[in-house]
């Protein structure tokens, strides 16, 4: 448990260093990023594990099994698909830049 | 220190490097230079969380659920991955915008389940899953918002996937979605003061509702917009859930993605001169009066004639756009742009900002076919260029290239920033059939005097062009 006040210091904290890291990001970028974002909130799985952990009735346990399939899906997919992507950008440059 | 305090440090210190990982990832991510190392990063920092989360305290429970809830654990965990790394891996790289989507909205629906299953046991056994007043609030807000974009991403997933017609429109429609809006928001007020399971699974099944009610009418063309604000969107949701759960992992990753997808939201919208609730509240295309009467009539060429005119071009252009990413012909276009450079010709490639269905999309199809970074130019530096190029090709570009933005103030894309093809002394626009673009809007620069229209998919008519360059050598060499 986490007091409402420290909450709201980490909310602003982390909400200006998403801001500050992407503020200057060339639009070559912009796929790629929103993907890789796209995997950072797979961190969900994390809660949803605690959340299938703490069950305790068949109704949350299906509820928790959900939320893990869901989270696990999002982290899995989310890497694959924005590992792919830089992938390409690596190559590219080797050939071009330079 | 008693083991259980000791297990308590350790998986508390793994939230907190996976939280410094994640951040450093991303930041390295917005460089071009760092980008491949930045994944890898965040990877790790997932990888460490998860592991770490099976000796959580309220994982390694030591009660009689444990081995069943563990199990459930392990396949959910072991089904949904093998299946999403799979499917990953085997997707085009044409198809990668529905992917995200699709991801984006498993995630969402994962913060909405957290939030339900919080709401639930608080409902049921007080005793045991009691919530604060704050706990709760952030429970409802975090579950609404990961609803939405729960429902709200698979309803962009068929749309991309072409399971869906592009648009679904009523009258009176915005109405209606203010209406399920409103009950949501209702319902989960109701939450704070009054736990029940009865509303909680009201609140869900319209939350729900209210995203797949939200999407139905927002056409193609914003599609980016609308895939980055749901990101935006989880990212919060997890944040918010997470502070349910006091997990500060949660909390920080959620919140640094929230804050980073609703700049990039911005920044797309902006590149479209829309503003973000334009996208949502207002039916695209069917804004605006009747659109201005184009005179003149679409002019066809033969592959011949085109290549006749690249061959004698100095200074060729080509612009991209979301049909080339369905014909695939990424490859077959840099092909024929090597060929033109072969001949002393400058190629270039110019990409509008929100060409195709996600920003940068057109980027990471001409890196897969191989084009060196210095040939693609962003709209910016590109426009002012068009009036010293001979031929300016368009392939499966449509409204970004639309006149009609800059003169037609009764267009809805009126304002909207295009490149300046028209200013080229040739244009071919490279084009399958004769339809409107995804915005429905008629295309003026297809009837300029300048512009021939090639009928062929992207590929086809590669091909045929590179045929027609190499059948010019030879015959020109007798």
């Not at chain 2, 093998?82 to 990668?96: L, N, Q, R, Y």
């Not at chain 2, 919080?118 to 609803?147: F, M, N, W, Y």
């Not at chain 2, 392939?395 to 080229?424: C, E, F, H, Q, R």
């Amino acid at each position: 448990m986490i007091s409402g006040e420290i909450a709201l210091y980490l909310f602003m904290l982390a909400a200006f260093t998403g801001h500050e890291i992407i503020s200057r990001v060339p639009v070559i970028l912009h796929t790629p990023l929103m993907s890789g974002s796209n995997f950072v909130h797979g961190i969900v799985l994390v809660g949803a594990m605690i959340a299938l952990g703490e069950a305790t009735t068949v109704t949350q346990q299906v509820i928790g099994f959900i939320g893990v399939f869901l989270g696990a899906g999002n982290a899995a997919g989310g890497y694959v698909v924005t590992e792919r992507m830089l992938e390409m950008f690596k190559s590219s440059k080797k050939e071009g830049a330079k | 220190m008693d083991k259980a305090t000791l297990l308590y440090y350790a998986v508390q210190a793994s939230y907190f490097a996976a939280a410094v990982l994640f951040i450093l990832g991303i930041k390295r991510m917005s460089s071009p230079v760092t980008a491949r190392s930045g994944i890898q990063w965040a990877g790790i920092g997932m990888l460490v969380a998860t592991i770490a989360t099976f000796l959580h305290g309220k994982v390694l429970t030591h009660n009689e659920h444990m081995m069943t809830n563990l199990l459930l654990m392990v396949l959910g965990i072991g089904i949904s991955s093998a299946f999403a790394w799979i499917s990953g891996k085997k997707v085009a790289m044409t198809d990668m915008p529905q992917m995200v989507a699709l991801y984006n909205g498993m995630g969402g629906g994962s913060a909405a389940a957290i939030g339900a299953s919080a709401l639930i046991g608080a409902a049921t056994h007080p005793e045991h899953h009691a919530l604060t007043a704050a706990q709760t609030t952030l429970a409802v807000i975090g579950a609404l918002i990961g609803s939405i974009s729960f429902t709200g991403s698979l309803i962009a997933f068929a749309k991309l996937q072409g399971w869906m017609d592009k648009t679904f429109r009523f009258s009176g429609q915005q109405a209606v979605n203010g209406l399920f809006f409103l009950s949501a928001v209702g319902l989960g007020a109701a939450l704070v003061f009054q736990l029940d399971t009865t509303i909680v699974i009201a609140f869900f099944a319209v939350s729900l509702l209210f995203g797949v009610l939200m999407t139905l009418p927002i056409g193609g063309a914003d599609m980016p917009v609308v895939i980055s604000l749901y990101n935006a969107f989880t990212g919060l949701a997890v944040a918010f859930e997470g502070y349910v759960q006091g997990n500060v992992a949660l909390i920080i990753a959620g919140t640094v993605v929230g804050a980073a997808g609703t700049l990039l939201t911005r920044l797309m919208a902006k590149a479209m001169n829309r503003s973000i609730s334009n996208v949502l509240f207002s039916n695209f295309g069917s804004s605006g009066g009747p659109a201005t009467e184009i005179a003149g009539s679409m002019k066809p060429i033969e592959a011949g004639d085109a290549a006749s005119l690249l061959y004698m071009a100095e200074k060729v252009i080509i612009v991209p756009g979301y049909g080339m990413a369905v014909a695939q012909a990424q490859h077959k276009i840099w092909e024929l742009s090597q060929q033109l450079i072969k001949r002393d010709k400058t190629v270039k490639f110019a990409i509008h900002p929100v060409a195709g269905r996600m920003p940068g999309h057109m980027n990471v199809l001409l890196a897969e076919a191989g084009v060196p970074y210095d040939l693609i130019a962003d709209m910016d530096d590109i426009n002012p260029e068009f009036g010293t190029c001979d031929v300016a090709i368009v392939i499966g570009a449509n409204d970004v290239v639309n006149p009609v933005a800059k003169t037609d103030k009764s267009s809805p894309i009126y304002g909207m920033p295009i490149l300046d093809v028209i200013n080229a002394r040739q244009v071919i626009v490279i084009k399958r059939g004769k339809g409107a673009g995804f915005a429905g809007i008629e295309n003026a620069l297809f009837y300029a005097d300048n512009c021939r229209m090639l009928y062929a998919d992207g590929q086809e008519a590669a091909n045929r062009l590179i045929a027609e360059l190499k059948g010019i050598d030879s015959g020109g060499g007798h």
